[in-house]
């Protein structure tokens, strides 16, 4: 498995933020992302999770309710990939696969993007 602290990790989770376009950042509302080293026992290979309402999804209903939630997972990025590069590109394609979670976007478009 390739080395990183957890503090590096969350560097390049925080750049991969950075680089998504002002005009979309704007339009995220009520999320919050973390870093976690492992996912859920039931998925060891999952890199990132959205859990909340997406932005669709939302309605006149939608008030007083906890943040979305966007986890990144470290160890599994880690195990699949074999240099920094490689951490620094998967990274970002999870922080945004799981973003355009928050915007609606389901996981047959994000594969048809590349961002599967």
């Known amino acids: 498995?390739?080395?990183?602290?957890?503090?590096?990790?969350?560097?390049?989770?925080?750049e991969a933020?950075?680089?998504?376009?002002?005009?979309?950042t704007r339009l995220m509302d009520n999320v919050a992302v973390f870093v976690e080293d492992?996912?859920?026992?039931?998925?060891p290979e999952l890199l990132g999770l959205y859990e909340g309402t997406p932005l669709t999804d939302r309605g006149e209903w939608y008030a007083g309710v906890l943040p979305d939630r966007i986890t990144i997972y470290r160890n599994p990025t880690l195990r699949m990939c074999e240099s920094r590069e490689d951490v620094v590109a998967e990274t970002e394609i999870t922080v945004v696969h799981e973003i355009a979670h928050h915007f609606g976007i389901d996981d047959a478009?994000?594969?048809?993007?590349?961002?599967?």
């Not at 933020?17 to 979309?24: A, Y």
């Not at 492992?38 to 998925?43: F, I, K, N, R, V």
């Open 17 to 24: 933020l950075d680089r998504i376009p002002p005009e979309l």
């Open 38 to 43: 492992e996912p859920p026992a039931d998925d």
């Open 109 to 116: 478009r994000l594969h048809a993007l590349g961002y599967g």
């Open 1 to 14: 498995m390739l080395e990183m602290t957890r503090e590096e990790f969350e560097e390049l989770v925080a």
